[in-house]
């Protein structure tokens, strides 16, 4: 099976706007960013989509949330932010690699689709 986007990211194999990382996850800006700021918070652990997620996870899963929280803090944004997990292509998931959407710094409507 061939590596993901994400995992070549997290090998340092393609470059990215690295914005944080610890032992289990990177955050990334996104390169096509639908809001002033959008990032990327990325398990290192390969889990294709959320729905593949096994109870062995559980600690990476909570992990993703705090880092998404600590990472708005260090920017500012005045805990202001929306995560967005897309699970599946007709959710609109193109990387099949785990990852949260962290949007800010704009007003976001709902319903978001």
Known sequence: MSETLFEKIIQ???PADIVYEDELSIVIKDIHPQAPIHLLIIPKKVIPKLSDASI??????GHLMLVAGKVAEQLNLDNTFRIIINNGAK???SVFHLHLHLLSGRTLS????
């Open 12 to 14: 340092k194999e393609i």
């Open 56 to 61: 062995e996870e559980q600690e990476i899963l």
């Open 91 to 93: 959710a609109g998931q």
């Open 110 to 113: 709902w319903p978001p689709g």
